[in-house]
């Protein structure tokens, strides 16, 4: 019954692999988005679809691309994984004109890159 | 430039004794603030918002838009307040929730 899950929870992999995470929610949102927790646990925006068009592509490396399939889902590959990815990736969901409704987060994906 | 700025990274009070979190934000506009608490290694849930002037947990924040700030508070803390939290602006039309620094919320039986 969760509403906004996220697959996998752990991820370690090597420098250079290529890697993806999976989003899904089930609140009937249009908007999805996804967050990257780094280290110093700053939380910054890095892309947003609403009903599968991307929305907001904030400063984010190429090797990072988005995908989303439907509104319910919006997921995240990343090529040629760097040390510097490592980090707690956070999938959320809106409606789009009630964002001052506040987001729902998925739980996370812990990416660690060796 | 739209900013949230949280400037503790971390507050330590003892059990029962005061909190305030501090948050002030930078916008023109008309500003939506929330509250986001993290506790350890789990999803961001919403505290609270400041257009719904609700109490959550104890919780409470008043927009201030002299001094800019969304303070959150509470008047005795608990051992399971301890968490992260974070505060957020929504600056409207942009379709993005832009966070604080997040401060670390410890406390001490």
């Known amino acids: 019954d969760t509403a906004v899950s996220q697959t996998p929870k752990y991820l370690v992999t090597q420098m250079g692999n290529d890697k993806s995470i999976k989003c899904e929610q089930n609140?009937?949102?249009?908007?999805m988005y996804w967050y990257k927790q780094d280290s110093k646990k700053f939380l910054k925006i890095m892309f947003s679809y609403n009903n599968k068009e991307l929305i907001i592509n904030e400063t984010v490396p190429n090797r990072f691309s988005p995908k989303s399939p439907d509104k319910a889902h919006l997921n995240l590959h990343i090529n040629s994984l760097e040390l510097g990815d490592s980090a707690v990736y956070f999938c959320?969901?809106?409606?789009?004109?009630?964002?001052?409704?506040?987001?729902?987060f998925g739980s996370g994906t812990r990416l660690t890159v060796v | 430039a739209q900013r949230v700025t949280q400037p503790e990274k971390l507050l330590s009070v003892f059990k029962g004794a005061p909190v305030e979190l501090k948050c002030n934000y930078s916008y023109s506009g008309s500003p939506e603030l929330f509250w986001y608490v993290q506790y350890s290694r789990q999803r961001l849930q919403l505290l609270l918002r400041?257009?719904s002037r609700e109490s959550i947990k104890g919780f409470t924040a008043d927009l201030n838009k002299g001094e800019t700030s969304f303070h959150l508070k509470k008047p005795f803390a608990q051992e399971e307040d301890s968490a992260m939290y974070y505060c957020?602006?929504?600056?409207?039309?942009?379709?993005?929730?832009?966070f604080g620094q997040g401060t670390t919320l410890q406390v001490k039986p």
């Open positions: 400041h257009i």
């Open positions: 959320a969901s809106s409606f789009a004109d009630r964002v001052g409704y506040g987001y729902t």
């Open positions: 957020a602006l929504y600056p409207g039309n942009t379709g993005k929730l832009i």
């Open positions: 609140l009937g949102h249009d908007t």
